[in-house]
Structure formats: structure tokens, C-alpha cells
Nanobody, 115 residues
Framework: QVQLVESGGGLVQPGGSLRLSCAAS????????MGWYRQTPGKERDLVTT???????NYGDSVKGRFTISRDFAKNMVYLQMNNLKYEDTAVYYC?????????WGQGTQVTVSS
């Protein structure tokens, strides 16, 4: 019912910046909440940030002050601006949406922070 496609991942040096994009197949005005999560191999998928339809945001402690979630309603896009990247930010980043009492996930995009 909701297709989410992430893009923008890649290799970046520590201290660098990267912007991830999530394209939604429905009007994001209709989505109750969206967010970004990340996961490393064999580990639990962790919350990075969420944003509700009202614009209320929440950030994990490890990314607060460095990452910012934003939306472009006209393009049905959600972004994750990542600044001052650290080695521990290396993970597959997944876009998430809560819509009509169901949870949707994108396929993920790899972010690798390496010197």
C-alpha cells in the first residue's frame, strides 16, 4: 500500500555529510508518521529519527544535533541530512512509514563511514 525507496547512501569520510532520500508512493500528508532506522549485520534495527504528520520530531541520542529529518510534501519525499558522520554511523539506513495502522519499510541504503 505504501512503497518506500531510499537513495543517497554511499562512502563518506568521518566528519563528512550525506543526505538520504526516501520516496513514498502515496501523499505523505496521509502518513501518520515517518522515520529513519538503521541496522548493522546481526544487530537490532535502531531508531534514528521520526516525524509525525504534525511535524513533531524525535531523534536518537546518538544522532541528536548531527542528523535532521525533513519533508517535501510536493515531491512526497522525506530526507535525512547527516552531518559530522562518525564510524559508528555505518549501517544500512531504512525509511519507515506508519500508514493506516500498518508499518512499511524501504529496502535500505548503505552508509559507510571510513577513512
Amino acid at each position: 500500500q505504501v512503497q518506500l525507496v531510499e537513495s543517497g547512501g554511499g562512502l563518506v569520510q568521518p566528519g563528512g555529510s550525506l543526505r538520504l532520500s526516501c520516496a513514498a508512493s502515496v501523499n505523505i500528508f496521509s502518513i501518520n508518521a515517518m522515520g529513519w532506522y538503521r541496522q548493522t549485520p546481526g544487530k537490532e534495527r535502531d531508531l534514528v529519527t521520526t516525524i509525525t504528520y504534525t511535524g513533531t520530531t524525535n531523534y536518537g541520542d546518538s544522532v541528536k544535533g548531527r542528523f535532521t529529518i525533513s519533508r517535501d510534501f510536493a515531491k512526497n519525499m522525506v530526507y535525512l541530512q547527516m552531518n559530522n558522520l562518525k564510524y559508528e554511523d555505518t549501517a544500512v539506513y531504512y525509511c519507515n512509514a506508519d500508514f493506516n495502522d500498518r508499518t512499511y519499510w524501504g529496502q535500505g541504503t548503505q552508509v559507510t563511514v571510513s577513512s
